[in-house]
């Protein structure tokens, strides 16, 4: 299922704030994050650790924050997804 879709067919309606919002490009890369997390099987504790950040900043990074610039979620992106990369090669 499409996450965008649904959210706009179920929730958003005629709301402009949230179609704005999950229309940015910082959703979709905090879709990417929390999908990595996952993955990793990491908690936001832990992911906030791994990447040095603050477990708020995390949950902005989360919550597709429009304030935060794009490059903050590629450089967690990239963090979490070379750490992927280095599990799936020790497993190998």
Do not use: C, P, W
Request: net charge negative; hydrophobic share 40%.
């Amino acid at each position: 299922m499409n996450l965008k879709k649904f959210l706009d067919e179920n929730i958003v309606g005629n709301d402009k704030y949230l179609h704005n919002k999950i229309n940015s490009d910082q959703f979709d890369l905090s879709v990417q994050i929390i999908k990595l997390e996952k993955i990793l099987k990491l908690n936001q504790r832990e992911s906030a650790k791994i990447l040095n950040i603050s477990f708020d900043r995390l949950l902005e990074l989360e919550s597709g924050d429009a304030k935060i610039q794009t490059k903050y979620y590629v450089e967690a992106i990239d963090r979490l997804e070379d750490i992927a990369q280095q599990n799936f090669e020790l497993s190998n």
